[in-house]
């Protein structure tokens, strides 16, 4: 077992745009306390390389590499859409963004409805996320896109408007899953998604 659990590598977009954005976070803090940081704009600026190792061109979109294989999943899911929460403004991720969004009612959810894998319940296989929606939210209104910001605002408010503060939803009905009471949905409606 634990040969198989060390060979298990992969680079995921959520994980590479988050920690991004928080060397961004910490650079700026840097400045403002008057601290030298070219060591975290070296990092910051191997990441922004790294990160477009990422990109599947097949399926248009970041995607999850397998660092063993060198194989992408080959999915595009919430985490595709991370690249603007991590200061990447790519352009070619609106037109994804439009056409999933189009198909739901209730926020991105985290694998493509157009997928045969697509599961609207099943774990990390369709349902909607409110702590997702809102760093891609914040992203999008970052990088200027506010009409796509408010859209996938508006749909996560109306998920815990109507259906409270569960861990995920259905991104088609709403319906809720997961925990009952998720503090980081609660967090979410509270600092972003309530207004």
Not at 14 to 21: G, Q, V
Not at 67 to 78: P, V
Request: charged letters at 25%.
């Amino acid at each position: 077992i634990l040969k198989t659990i060390r060979s298990f590598k992969v680079a995921d977009p959520t994980l590479s745009f988050i920690l991004l954005r928080a060397n961004r976070d910490l650079m700026d803090i840097g400045v403002e306390l008057g601290h030298n940081v070219d060591e975290i704009k070296s990092w910051i600026s191997i990441q922004e390389q790294g990160v477009h190792r990422l990109w599947n061109d097949k399926i248009s979109s970041y995607d999850s590499f397998d660092l063993r294989s060198g194989k992408f999943a080959d999915s595009i899911s919430n985490a595709s859409f991370m690249c603007w929460y991590g200061g990447i403004y790519d352009q070619r991720m609106l037109s994804q963004f439009d056409r999933i969004m189009n198909k739901v009612n209730y926020g991105m959810p985290s694998h493509d409805p157009e997928s045969k894998h697509f599961d609207r319940m099943r774990y990390w296989r369709g349902p909607s996320w409110a702590i997702m929606n809102m760093m891609i939210g914040l992203g999008l209104e970052e990088m200027g896109e506010i009409d796509r910001a408010n859209l996938i605002k508006s749909q996560t408010h109306l998920a815990i408007s109507e259906k409270g503060f569960a861990e995920y939803f259905d991104p088609m009905d709403g319906t809720p899953a997961g925990g009952e009471t998720f503090t980081w949905t609660a967090a979410v409606w509270l600092t972003w998604a309530k207004h």
